[in-house]
Nanobody
Framework: QVQLVESGGGLVQAGGSLRLSCAAS????????MAWYRQAPGKQREWVAT???????NYADSVKGRFTISRDSAKNTVYLQMNSLKPEDTGVYYC?????WGQGTSVTVSS
């Protein structure tokens, strides 16, 4: 069974940092394009960042310059480094790849 398992969420003050991890149960997932999405309370899920199989990265304008997506194929893991966090970054963060979704990890940024 294919699984994506996120971790690394938590409570942080504005201006702080967190690093999210997405561990994949199959190596082919991290050889595919992988993405992070987030869903704030009462809002629709939105795309945050993508890393292609070739390593090209793209970011939503709201996180550009603050978040970095990366992958460690040897560990079958994709990361999202989040710096200069803002209260509006609060939400549940989901990993997505090859049609599979993780269960999400919660991020709360206090002002």
């Amino acid at each position: 069974q294919v699984q994506l398992v996120e971790s690394g969420g938590g409570l942080v003050q504005a201006g702080g940092s967190l690093r999210l991890s997405c561990a994949a149960s199959r190596s082919f997932l991290t050889r595919s394009a992988m993405a992070w999405y987030r869903q704030a309370p009462g809002k629709q899920r939105e795309w945050v960042a993508t890393i292609t199989s070739g390593g090209t990265t793209n970011y939503a304008d709201s996180v550009k310059g603050r978040f970095t997506i990366s992958r460690d194929s040897a560990k079958n893991t994709v990361y999202l480094q989040m710096n200069s966090l803002k209260p509006e970054d609060t939400g549940v963060y989901y990993c997505f790849g090859a049609t599979y979704w993780g269960q999400g990890t919660s991020v709360t940024v206090s002002s």
